[in-house]
């Protein structure tokens, strides 16, 4: 199978990304990284102010890169956080959502 049509879990995004950046985030440390996190944000914000496809594309991969960065430095398992979200709205536990909507 061709590697950009392969099926690719949250969880082996995460550990794609561990594998290639752990050592670095771990020296950067926590704080700096999520820094990092929110400049990558407003790249997006930018992104979807011009609204370019492919930019888009590329600072939605940015930000969900250093996101599981994050979560990996904190110990987070995106697969497991992700599931919350499995049998729909983990609050009204509905899919679509029926919670009053926010604005
Ligand atoms: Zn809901």
Redesign the pocket.
């Known amino acids: 199978m061709q590697k950009d049509k392969e099926e690719l879990s949250i969880g082996r995004f995460q550990r794609l990304i561990a594998n290639a950046y752990v050592t670095r985030d771990k020296e950067r440390g926590i704080e700096r990284t999520f820094l990092w996190f929110v400049e990558e944000v407003g790249e997006l914000a930018r992104a979807i102010k011009r609204g370019g496809q492919s930019e888009l594309e590329e600072e939605f991969s940015d930000v969900l890169a250093w996101l599981v960065s994050l979560a990996t430095l904190l110990n987070v398992d995106m697969e497991k956080a992700a599931r919350r979200y499995l049998n ?2 983990p ?2 536990k ?1 899919s679509p ?3 009053p909507m926010q604005r």
Do not use: D, E, L
């Open positions: 729909g709205c609050k009204c509905s959502c029926t919670c």
